[in-house]
């Protein structure tokens, strides 16, 4: 008998996942843990690895489709064995689902007499005309929910199918064109602007809206503020030319930055909560995500336990997670239950920055350049030591001033004697 392949949840805050390229062609066998399916998710585009041993007797969803978590994708089965489902299983279920909300409507207006409230049928599906808007069921699920008119918003989906990022747009105010006046994606990409000349319009990816949205949250809704302190990182620059006598390659500052970020948060534990809904999460984990641009967006796998793994470990590790951001190789798991980021922008210059705080996260630590600068030594001379500006972005519902100055002071304090970094 056939097994249904669903659409995996391949990361914590994912809802919807889009088919970007099917590996196995149907009719073809297939191993469990050998790749099956690429989807792009709300984190990173993911290859999803077959659970079952068997032949690929159904595609159920072609590539550029999306569906919410659940939905059936695919179906193996023995050699031979003919498909029992339906093709069009994610669109009949919608539009069973939307037949049902009509009814609902229709009931409604029979019992006020009058032909009535067309934003409860746009909200189901309808148009007004008896044509179906095409949507995923998560976005008709949130249009309902939110008072959105399906058919008045432009899907920025495949096909122009409208997908949970239109609907949070138009709930928000900066989205939804209406249908009859927008012109169609193709006659937009190229436009004469006067003195701009051509202006080509791009549509953003999966991920990058999933970072837009999560961002613009964040900077709405967090009430942030930042700290900034010099390092003299002197005697880590000599650790790391010592290290490099016995390993190659050897860690690098951000991988120093990383443990002495970890082992102070294992001694601040507030810096390593979270807020929620008028409540302070305390995590007994230390799980430090480091950023990575990668694929026009960014991603940020963690490195979990950070505060129980050496310097050598951690080194490792990151190189690791970074080279599979980079080939696009990275897992579910390894971008999943950060409890603090480090972004470091140090390599291309900048001295220091701020950043957004990766929601829900309390903190985020940002990594400015490493260089030698004058400074005062203990005899009162002038001298030149290898130094760097690291901020630290805090949440102020959750980590007051004091709260955050303490966690720096305690980071700059472990580099500046880095010795206990390399136990």
């Known amino acids: 008998m056939a097994t249904d392949v669903t659409m995996p949840r391949l990361s914590d805050s994912m809802e919807e996942g889009?088919?970007?390229n099917w590996i196995v062609e149907e009719g073809a066998e297939v191993k469990r843990g050998e790749p099956l399916v690429e989807i792009e998710t709300d984190k990173a585009n993911m290859t999803y690895?077959?659970?079952t041993d068997g032949t690929l007797i159904e595609i159920v969803a072609k590539e550029g489709d999306t569906l919410p978590i659940g939905e059936v994708i695919a179906r193996i089965g023995e050699a031979g064995e003919k498909p029992s489902g339906d093709r069009d299983a994610p669109d009949k279920a919608a539009e069973a689902e939307s037949k049902a909300e009509e009814a609902k409507t229709k009931a409604a207006e029979a019992e006020r007499a009058l032909g009535g409230d067309a934003a409860e049928r746009d909200a189901a599906g309808g148009n007004g005309a008896g044509e179906r808007v095409k949507a995923s069921p998560v976005a008709r699920r949130m249009?309902?929910?939110m008072g959105v008119e399906l058919a008045q918003l432009e899907g920025s989906g495949p096909g122009g199918r409208i997908v949970k990022a239109d609907v949070e747009a138009a709930a928000k105010g900066d989205g939804g064109a209406p249908a009859e006046t927008a012109a169609p994606k193709e006659e937009r990409k190229t436009v004469e602007v006067g003195a701009k000349g051509e202006v080509e319009t791009k549509e953003l990816t999966r991920i990058q809206r999933t970072v837009s949205r999560r961002m613009a949250e964040s900077k709405a809704t967090a009430p942030d503020y930042a700290l900034h302190m010099e390092v003299d990182m002197t005697l880590c620059v000599e650790l790391r030319r010592r290290l490099k006598e016995v390993e190659d390659p050897a860690p690098?500052?951000?991988?120093?930055?990383?443990?002495?970020?970890?082992?102070?948060?294992?001694?601040?534990?507030?810096?390593n909560g979270a807020y929620r809904d008028g409540r302070f999460e305390l995590y007994s984990a230390v799980n430090v995500g480091i950023a990575v641009a990668a694929q026009d967006a960014l991603v940020v796998p963690t490195i979990h336990d950070a505060d129980k793994k050496s310097l050598g470990e951690i080194a490792r590790q990151a190189r690791?997670?970074?080279?599979?951001?980079r080939e696009g190789k990275i897992t579910p798991p390894e971008v999943s239950g950060g409890t603090f980021t480090v972004s470091n922008l140090g390599m291309y210059g900048v001295d220091y920055f701020t950043a957004i705080i990766n929601p829900p996260q309390a903190a985020l630590l940002t990594v400015g350049s490493l260089k030698k600068r004058p400074a005062v030594d203990d005899g009162g001379r002038i001298v030149p030591r290898d130094q760097m500006t690291l901020s630290l972005v805090c949440d102020h519902r959750i980590l007051y001033g004091a709260d955050g100055a303490q966690f720096l002071a305690r980071?700059?304090?472990?580099?500046?004697?880095?010795?206990?970094?390399?136990?």
């Open 18 to 20: 889009t088919i970007l």
């Open 49 to 51: 690895e077959s659970d």
């Open 320 to 325: 690791e997670l970074i080279a599979k951001v």
């Open 143 to 145: 249009a309902r929910d």
């Open 411 to 423: 980071v700059r304090e472990l580099l500046e004697q880095p010795l206990a970094l390399a136990l």
């Open 252 to 271: 690098s500052f951000n991988d120093m930055i990383v443990k002495a970020c970890a082992n102070a948060l294992r001694e601040h534990p507030r810096v």
